[in-house]
């Protein structure tokens, strides 16, 4: 059962920086292609960001540029540097596989960009 933690989230002003991070355990094989998933109130969760086993990536137009995907396989872990942040940019942000099925959720990380 692999097991999903986020953290780094926090309250920043427009403009400023954060680097979120993403535990994996439980993954007998190494990490699949994985991705950041955010969740606004009342919106459907969206894919942010995306990284492939190999580290090709992929971002989501309203974040292009300003966000930075990464992992280190042989911790398991994978990142999110957000810079540049907007009030827009304010959600709870999940990791999860890039793919199907899905991992189970975990908690997520809150950000908050004030205007």
């Known amino acids: 059962q692999v097991q999903l933690v986020e953290s780094g989230g926090g309250l920043v002003q427009f403009g400023g920086s954060l680097r979120l991070s993403c535990a994996a355990s439980?993954?007998?094989?190494?990490?699949?292609?994985m991705a950041w998933f955010r969740q606004a109130p009342g919106k459907q969760r969206e894919l942010v960001a995306g990284?492939?086993?190999?580290?090709?990536?992929k971002y989501a137009d309203p974040v292009k540029g300003r966000f930075t995907i990464s992992r280190d396989n042989a911790k398991n872990m994978v990142y999110l540097r957000m810079d540049s942040l907007k009030p827009e940019d304010t959600a709870v942000y999940y990791c999860?596989?890039?793919?199907?099925?899905?991992?189970?959720w975990g908690q997520g990380t809150q950000v908050t960009v004030s205007s």
């Open positions: 990284i492939t086993t190999s580290g090709s990536t």
């Open positions: 439980g993954t007998r094989l190494g990490m699949p292609n």
């Open positions: 999860n596989r890039d793919g199907w099925p899905a991992f189970d």
